[in-house]
């Protein structure tokens, strides 16, 4: 059994696919199943915010009426570069686009969390961490993604994969930019 702000919960489900949001939960010592559900993302190109807290919203709601039992956790999350979204890449090109854009340049990492217990209300969180790259050219980021699959990341890296071929400097959260702020997993949570 899990407290989490003063409930009770019999099971902790994580609404999505991510490997990376997995590890993190687990990291924090939850039990936690997945149960990925299928919604329409939305894309405000120029509000990243709303974006990454919509999405993390519309994942939580599909997975509380599919699971109402359940305490749910959800997240999205979206890279913010000169004021734009920048989500996952759609093909190899977008992501060798997308990692040519940040070469030598800082960008934002934006979480929305999503959770709520059983009959409870739904609490809501944005992260935010800031990554600074390397000056990163074609070559340097055919032979990164020769080693990470860019496809499934937002912004087409993974910190926790060589993030030295790619990455100088990041403040914040490591595991925001990971795809899951572990402090705010650990506040709902009621972990030490």
């Known amino acids: 059994m899990l407290a989490v702000s003063g409930r009770n919960c019999y099971r902790m489900v994580l609404a999505s696919a991510s490997p990376r949001r997995l590890k993190i939960a687990r990291a924090c010592g939850l039990d936690v199943a997945v149960a990925a559900q299928h919604t ?20 939580h709601d599909a997975c509380r ?14 890279i913010e570069l000169d004021g734009r979204c920048v989500a996952k890449p759609v093909s190899m090109e977008d992501a060798i686009r997308q990692l040519l854009a940040f070469s030598g ?12 217990a059983p009959g409870g209300g739904l609490h809501e ?27 499934d990341k937002s912004g087409s890296y993974d910190i926790d994969q060589h993030p030295e071929m790619i990455i100088d400097s990041f403040t914040g959260s490591r595991t925001n930019v990971m795809g899951l702020p ?5 506040e709902w949570a009621s972990l030490k």
């Not at 572990?182 to 650990?186: L, N």
């Open 40 to 59: 329409d993302e939305v894309m405000y190109e120029e509000d990243p915010r709303r974006t990454a807290v919509e999405n993390a919203r519309r994942k």
């Open 65 to 78: 009426s599919s699971i109402p039992d359940a305490c749910i956790l959800a997240a999205d999350t979206v």
């Open 105 to 116: 340049r800082s960008h934002t990492v934006i979480t929305g969390v999503a959770f709520s």
């Open 125 to 151: 969180r944005i992260c935010e961490s800031t990554v600074v790259f390397r000056a990163v050219d074609r070559a340097a980021a055919m032979e990164y993604f020769n080693r990470v699959h860019p496809l």
């Open 182 to 186: 572990r402090s705010v997993v650990r």
